[in-house]
């Protein structure tokens, strides 16, 4: 936007350059305005984009707002933005805040959002929203449509529409594609789909959302216990989580606590939080190469030499064991490996690290035969040493994500930090062992 | 399905499964099968159903089938795929295969395949179809529909209508949603939406995979460098990218070339292939480290103790350096983060590693103090190279992705392997350095 407008806060001209705008181009423009301008650009929105752009802006401009304006308003929006949205805006808000929008929502909605506040928060529940169009089996092709131009308009997608019964058990969906290419006199009961991919409230999100990609899906229907349709998640929210899953992963990955904002928009402090803990438990979990290294002390004091190996085999073997757990835990979460894969990921990565190694093994003899006057005994320690921990970085790493989904932890905490700390050991373990028995110090 | 039907080589009875089953799931079964059944069985599929399931065959049971088929079949297969499907069979078959292919194909499709086959590999117009509905802006709303039901049973979605002028240049689009809320008298000019979000044929896909997310859309028009369409994406496919980018992005982080086929339909030699050029690599360059080592080894010969300290100092140097890395290339791969930001990604940095370094600092200082028999010099002097190392490692993990992306290379190359190789030579530089310095060795 012009920076004129801003500064000479023209509202005129800012209401002009946002009719028309996309309500998501919208919220990127007030998140850059200074925030009283933002406060009163979004207050002169009209009625139904204001809760479409309320959808959209960050939790700190969203608090800003709702502590500025009037009750009535509040009730507008809360009413007007679909049941997931509001759900999702009241989890992030201070405890005073969520009593004051609560007080102005209706009586049959608030239910609804303390219902869903319920749902375990990597749950398929807590992604799902309400506004879906149901059908009944005996109405025909026309009844649907009247009933989806009667409805439609507050429905999060009409593209595919759900048949229940009386007692609200779902029986199976029609797509508006099917009801587009009918005959208008057809019966829903005999065009509609009766086997349909669902999910159920307890459901993994992040299964929910691999869902969506491998059947190519715009809506998933999710269902309680009996059966009962319950709500729908749309593709757009699968999408959100399969990006937020990714990111967790990348995250933990890097020996972080995932971040709820984007990078920018959080503070040093709370980076720090994030990162602070991992760093110090890997920096104390360290203190047991420092005793191994301490513990061959008289052999580094006999060949001093031996010390300038020790970064390489370190990093090979962190390499190594990082490529594995990294392939195992993104195979896990795209559901392309499972638990019962463990043998065969087990004997593959031995032989890609049989492979590796002596690729690695080679080049590193001739290497340090070069350049250390044709010691053979050192080439030979080193390589030796550095073949074993590639071979045990490659079975430590591809391992243990498996056994940490096995005892139901997130496999992307066994990735390259923990693992080269492992790995760390066993190398200068093998190192310095090889060394006394093949070098006689 | 029941292991006893597909020893039996019951053909009636898969033909019965198959029958009301998913097409991806038909595609699975096929994929567990033997070969010379699953071919068998693929036969057997109703012709429309089989064009579907190919394409979502893996690579090598394509070939296979091709390899059999009869040229009538293929015809049959590849006249009923859409474009991009087609087009990705064609990309990844072997020479003799697609001259087999094409020779079957209808002449029209034959030319939009090899004019698809021309766009760049990461391009937007690398994933779309051709397969839309176009609508003119003179049509009432009854036309549309018309329209639709005579054209929209081959197309790839029906949802959202592209408008456009006799030059086929885009000028706006309608979705079925405004269609089926919309009297029928209404003309498509008055309803349709006249800001669309566009790409144009040459644009990357992982930004177009972002706007998607971003604006939660159902598809995407794709216009020519005049305006003209020549396509769409839908968001199936949007997904599909989102996946492939985030994983991609997993595997270069971790020292390793992309690869095509899932985990464990990749043989252990192409594992190798696509790990070993990295290994080699990063295991030269810790000659570096090593030579660094090496100048200090009078001072190492004076202090032996001082090598216990060289793990903690890696690793701590190797993960600080990952987490900052990992963050800046996420949030440049979500276009959270942007090159213009660099001021301000590296101020933030510099404030956290100031903050995380004190936390292990003090951590440090007095677990040295205290295993050391209160040794405050070596203490100190760890704990200093300590602070170094972390600043040095948070500067450089966030700055070489951004510059990578500014010198058009992938910011993941730039992660945890390349910055720990670096990081490690400035840690023990910093570390003998300040240990000649304070230690007076």
């Known amino acids: 936007m012009d920076r004129k407008i801003l500064e000479e806060r023209d509202y005129a001209a800012i209401r002009e350059e946002f009719r028309g705008m996309n309500i998501v181009d919208v919220a990127d423009e007030l998140e850059e305005m200074e925030e009283d301008v933002a406060i009163a650009a979004f207050r002169m929105l009209p009625k139904d984009k204001a809760a479409e752009v309320f959808a959209y802006l960050s939790r700190d401009t969203r608090e800003k707002v709702v502590e500025v304006i009037t009750d009535k308003e509040i009730s507008g929006i809360i009413n007007a933005l679909f049941l997931d949205d509001a759900v999702d805006f009241i989890e992030e808000m201070p405890a005073n805040v969520v009593r004051r929008v609560l007080a102005h929502v209706?009586?049959?909605?608030?239910?609804?959002?303390?219902?869903?506040?319920?749902?375990?928060?990597d749950s398929a529940g807590s992604v799902m929203t309400v506004e879906y169009v149901s059908l009944k089996e005996t109405m025909t092709v026309r009844e649907a449509f009247a009933s989806i131009r009667a409805t439609g308009i507050n429905k999060e997608t009409i593209y595919t529409c759900y048949v229940t019964d009386r007692e609200r058990r779902l029986l199976g969906a029609v797509t508006a594609r099917?009801?587009?290419?009918?005959?208008?006199?057809e019966v829903i009961g005999a065009i509609m789909d009766r086997e349909v991919i669902s999910a159920t409230t307890t459901d993994d999100k992040e299964s929910l959302s691999n869902d969506f990609r491998k059947y190519a899906l715009l809506a998933m229907p999710v269902v309680d216990h009996e059966n009962r349709l319950v709500g729908i998640v749309t593709v757009d929210d699968a999408i959100m989580v399969q990006e937020e899953e990714a990111t967790e992963d990348f995250e933990l990955?890097?020996?972080?606590?995932?971040?709820e904002e984007p990078y920018l928009r959080t503070s040093a402090w709370v980076h720090t939080k994030n990162r602070v803990v991992w760093l110090l438990l890997l920096m104390l979990s360290a203190t047991v190469t420092g005793a191994i290294i301490s513990s061959f002390e008289d052999a580094l004091a006999v060949l001093p030499a031996l010390v300038a190996f020790i970064p390489m085999l370190m990093d090979t073997g962190g390499n190594a064991g990082a490529q594995s757990s990294t392939l195992v835990i993104r195979g896990l979460a795209l559901e392309e490996v499972s638990l019962s894969d463990v043998l065969e990921v087990l004997w593959?990565?031995?032989?890609?690290?049989?492979?590796?190694?002596?690729?690695?093994?080679?080049?590193?003899?001739?290497?340090?035969?070069?350049?250390?006057?044709?010691?053979?005994?050192?080439?030979?320690?080193?390589?030796?040493?550095?073949?074993?921990?590639?071979?045990?970085?490659?079975?430590?790493?591809s391992m243990l994500p498996m056994a940490a989904k096995k005892f139901r932890l997130d496999p992307a905490v066994m990735a390259a930090p923990v693992i080269t700390t492992i790995v760390d050991a066993g190398a200068l373990l093998a190192y310095f062992s090889l060394a006394k028995v093949l070098m006689h110090i």
């Open 348 to 397: 593959k990565e031995i032989k890609v690290a049989v492979m590796c190694g002596a690729a690695l093994v080679v080049v590193n003899f001739v290497r340090i035969w070069l350049t250390s006057g044709h010691n053979v005994t050192m080439a030979l320690t080193v390589s030796l040493a550095l073949y074993a921990t590639v071979i045990m970085a490659k079975a430590i790493g």
């Open 253 to 259: 990955m890097a020996a972080m606590s995932p971040s």
């Open 178 to 185: 099917s009801l587009m290419l009918a005959e208008p006199d």
């Open 106 to 121: 209706r009586p049959d909605k608030r239910d609804m959002i303390n219902q869903f506040l319920k749902y375990p928060e």
